[in-house]
């Protein structure tokens, strides 16, 4: 199956959350059997010919491709979550938003038993969400080998907030 098929799936939702604000809807993947399937294969295919060690996931939609990724790779899934939410000892990183701040974090001893770290997320917007988790990653003893998105929104510019990695995305607007 092409990108092209996965590509068309996405629904577009206008002004969700918030007016301006043009929405990825990628749910019409995930429930499609063969479509779900198909972004796996795409985001696992890159990463099968480099050492990685363990995906690390960003919540919350990046968990829906990360675990499936994880598990066809056989490789472990580390989750970086919105502050609050994990239960250990964690490092924190804060960013901007377009309104405000977010804090991501990541348990301190989350890397100790593998170095090589893919970091996945559904959507690369304006990339501040992407640099915080790959500072997470870094400040808990991990390398960055690979950042990889389903869908990059080219127009935004995120990639260069995260210049200097090496990014793959599957589907780009
Ligand atoms: P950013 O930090 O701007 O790159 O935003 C990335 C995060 O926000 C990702 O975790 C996405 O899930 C979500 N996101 C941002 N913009 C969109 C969008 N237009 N459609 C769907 N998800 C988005």
């Known amino acids: 199956m092409s990108t092209e098929a996965l590509k068309q799936a996405i629904r577009d939702v206008p002004d969700f959350p918030k007016p301006g604000i043009m929405f990825k809807d990628i749910t019409p993947i995930l429930s499609d059997p063969k479509l779900f399937q198909s972004a796996i294969d795409v985001l696992c295919e890159r990463l099968r010919e480099r050492?990685?060690?363990?995906?690390?996931?960003?919540?919350?939609?990046?968990?829906?491709?990360?675990?499936?990724?994880?598990?066809?790779?056989?490789?472990?899934?580390?989750?970086?979550?919105?502050?609050?939410?994990?239960?250990?000892?964690?490092?924190?990183?804060?960013?901007?938003?377009?309104?405000?701040?977010?804090?991501?974090?990541?348990?301190?001893?989350?890397?100790?038993?593998?170095?090589?770290?893919?970091?996945?997320?559904?959507?690369?917007a304006t990339g501040g969400t992407a640099a915080a988790s790959a500072k997470l990653i870094e400040r808990a003893g991990g390398t960055v080998q690979s950042i990889d998105f389903l869908i990059e929104l080219s127009f935004l510019g995120g990639r260069d907030k995260i210049a200097g990695y090496d990014i793959f995305s599957a589907i780009v607007f």
């Not at 979550?81 to 001893?109: C, F, I, N």
């Open 51 to 124: 050492e990685i060690d363990k995906i690390a996931a960003i919540d919350a939609r990046g968990f829906l491709f990360a675990g499936a990724m994880a598990h066809q790779l056989g490789i472990g899934l580390v989750p970086i979550r919105k502050k609050g939410k994990l239960p250990y000892k964690t490092h924190e990183e804060t960013y901007d938003l377009e309104y405000g701040t977010a804090t991501l974090t990541v348990h301190q001893d989350a890397f100790e038993d593998g170095k090589n770290i893919a970091l996945v997320d559904d959507v690369l």
